[in-house]
Every structure is written in C-alpha cells, then in structure tokens.
C-alpha cells in the first residue's frame, strides 16, 4: 500500500512553511505599531481638533520653536481642501494641473514596470542589477540550452543579483514613490490625483501578472533587459523632471513646482504662443 507524506515532511515543504511564518513576523509587527501612529496634523484640524494638532506640531519642531507660521499655512491648507472637495478630479484634468497629473501618471507606470536622489540611485542600481542577471542567464542558457541544471555558481551570481535588485527597489521605490506622489500634487486636487496614481499602479499589476508568465516564456532573461529599458527610461525621467522636494511643507508645494525649470519653459512656450497670437 502506498503511504503518502504530507508536502511539509520534505525539507522544501518546511521551508516554504518557514518562510511563511517569517513574513508574518514584519506583519505582526505593522499591524501593532499602527495603533501608535498619531494623526497628521491636517487631519486633527479637519476633523475640528486644532488645539491638538498645534500641541502636536509643537513637540515636534521643539517647545522653543515658533510654530505660528507653519500652523496657520496648515489651517488655510485644510481650509482651502474643505473648499474644493467638489470636481477634483475636473480640475485635475485642466491644463493648470496637467503637469502634477502627468508627473503622477509617469511616477506609476514606471514603479510597476520597473519590477529624488533615492529614485535615481535605486534605478540605477536596480538597473545594474536586471541587466548583470540577464548576462548571466544568458550565458548559461546559450551553453547549456536550458537543459542541465544551473551550476552553482551561476545559481549563487542570480540570487545575489536578485537580492541586490531587491534591496535596491525596497530602498528606494517601494517607499519613496508614495511618499513623491502624495506630496507633489496642491490640496485642491490631492486626493483625486492620489487616486488617480494608485488606480493606474493597480490596474498595471493586474495586467502584467497577466502576462509575465508568458512574457517570461517567450523573452527569457530578455524580460529582465525589458524591465532594466524602462528602469533606465523611469529614472532619466525623474533625474530631468521631478523637482527636488525634500524640506519643503506640503502646503507650500505649489512653489517648487512654479520655480521648476519644466514648468518654466512651459509657461514660457505659452506666453510665446499667446504672444504671437496677439501679434497676428
């Protein structure tokens, strides 16, 4: 009679309940940590509790520090969002807002498609990374034809370049492409442009777990040299277009854009053309 043994009593059937019940360990520890998280300073003055969000502004910036200006910009923020919560997303779409909706479109696409200083050095790394595993599954597909097991030195140079690629995105994309898409766009159009990014950056994650089993079939290692294409596109793209925003208040956002050099040509190239209107 045939004995059947259970997928946990071989070693790789441990591991995989291993690695299971180690991933909860950083889960466990989210979810508890939430409970003490406070609430951001905007949202205590929306929901009527200004007293506490200047305490809470206070402990922040040190009980010395003078907070009156930077509380009232946060009120007149809150003020402002409470005033345009009807048509965001019209206005979103308005030619004054088109370059916030483009940058968080571009920021999306390229997070999901990739697989500040941050964005460009993780890029770049991640990059390095895709393209150093493309070689070497390269090599050892057109010596071994994909037949014979991967040596071991090969396998080891994979799993480390992964693991390179994987720190590379955890410390820089992963985190900081919420953070970048949350800030950049004006209270007026904050919340529909962040729904806007997240749609677009959920609805790419369906398609490609769609199709990158079979694009994995068809292209092989070329899939890491199509995702390295768009890191090299994603970052040659924040280097020249996303303004710096490190330090700078929320409220208070709307200048670095107005004093970025893409908006400028823009606004330029506008007057030019209105220029030559008149003209005419």
Not at 196 to 217: D, R
Request: proline content about 4%.
């Amino acid at each position: 009679m045939s004995q059947t043994t259970s997928p946990t009593a071989s070693p790789a059937g441990a591991g995989a309940c291993i690695s299971l019940g180690v991933a909860a360990v950083p889960g466990a520890i989210l979810f508890v940590g939430a409970f003490f998280v406070s609430d951001t300073l905007s949202s205590l003055v929306l929901r009527g509790y200004p007293d506490q969000a200047r305490a809470v502004l206070q402990h922040i910036r040190g009980m010395d520090a003078d907070v009156d200006g930077e509380f009232k910009d946060i009120v007149r923020a809150v003020d402002e969002a409470r005033k345009n919560e009807e048509g965001a997303f019209q206005r979103l779409f308005s030619k004054p807002y088109r370059h916030y909706l483009i940058m968080g479109v571009a920021i999306s696409i390229f997070y999901e498609l990739t697989g500040g200083f941050l964005l460009i050095a993780g890029g770049l790394s991640m990059m390095l990374c895709q393209v150093a595993t493309a070689w070497i599954m390269a090599a050892h597909l057109g010596t071994h034809e994909a037949i014979a097991a991967m040596p071991h030195n090969y396998a080891t140079g994979v799993l480390v370049m992964l693991l390179l690629c994987t720190f590379s995105f955890s410390a820089s994309w992963a985190p900081v492409r919420w953070a970048v898409t949350s800030e950049i766009y004006p209270v007026e159009v904050r919340s529909a442009g962040q729904a806007m990014s997240i749609s677009i950056w959920l609805c790419l994650t369906f398609t490609e777990l769609q199709v990158f089993i079979k694009m994995l079939c068809t292209m092989k290692y070329g899939v890491l040299l199509f995702h390295a294409g768009w890191l090299l596109t994603g970052t040659i793209f924040v280097a020249v277009f996303l303004p710096e925003t490190k330090g700078v208040p929320l409220e208070v956002m709307r200048l670095v854009w107005i004093r970025h050099w893409s908006v400028s040509v823009q606004t330029i190239a506008r007057l030019i053309e209105v220029g030559t209107r008149y003209l005419q």
